[in-house]
């Protein structure tokens, strides 16, 4: 769940694309977001601290994940602004709040397995589907 939820960090970027992004690893073990046309967009790994830090294709910060003393992720931008935070609810989806607790996205597996992105009234923005190499892929509705 913690690999799925680094892969959800990229939502903000798939969201102003609205195209095609796939997750993969690269041989340093790193997660690697590439548009339909194989671009890359971002680049995923741990530093020294813990700490998940997503960087452009240039290496500059785009934001990092930790997790809070409550288990919840802390998404936060180059400057170490509060983005969003990410948290389970009672049955078992995702939650992602921005800043001031107001619901952004829900994100919750169906029965094949797949993971639905959903706003915060409910309504299916996209899927997150693997595909034959176990790469996860969100397709936009």
């Known amino acids: 769940m913690k ?3 680094m892969t959800i960090a990229l939502s903000l970027i798939t969201a102003l694309c ?20 194989g671009n890359i967009i971002a680049i995923g790994s741990t530093d020294y601290s813990g700490k998940f830090v997503w960087k452009d294709k240039y290496g500059n910060i785009i934001n990092t994940e930790s997790t809070d003393y409550l288990g919840n992720t802390v998404k936060k931008d180059q400057y170490g ?12 989806n995702t939650v992602e709040k921005d800043k001031y607790g107001n619901i ?25 589907k693997k595909d034959y190499s176990g790469n996860w892929v969100f397709y936009p509705r």
């Not at 609205?18 to 046309?37: E, R």
């Not at 994100?107 to 923005?125: E, H, P, Q, T, V």
């Open 3 to 5: 690999q799925f939820l």
């Open 18 to 37: 609205y195209s095609q992004v796939t997750y993969s690893k690269d041989y340093a073990g790193n997660t690697v977001a590439k548009d339909q046309y």
């Open 81 to 92: 602004n509060t983005e969003s935070i990410q948290s389970n609810d009672f049955l078992g």
């Open 104 to 128: 952004l996205y829900i994100y919750s597996k169906d029965f094949a397995g797949n993971i639905l992105k959903k706003d915060k009234y409910g309504n299916l923005i996209g899927t997150y």
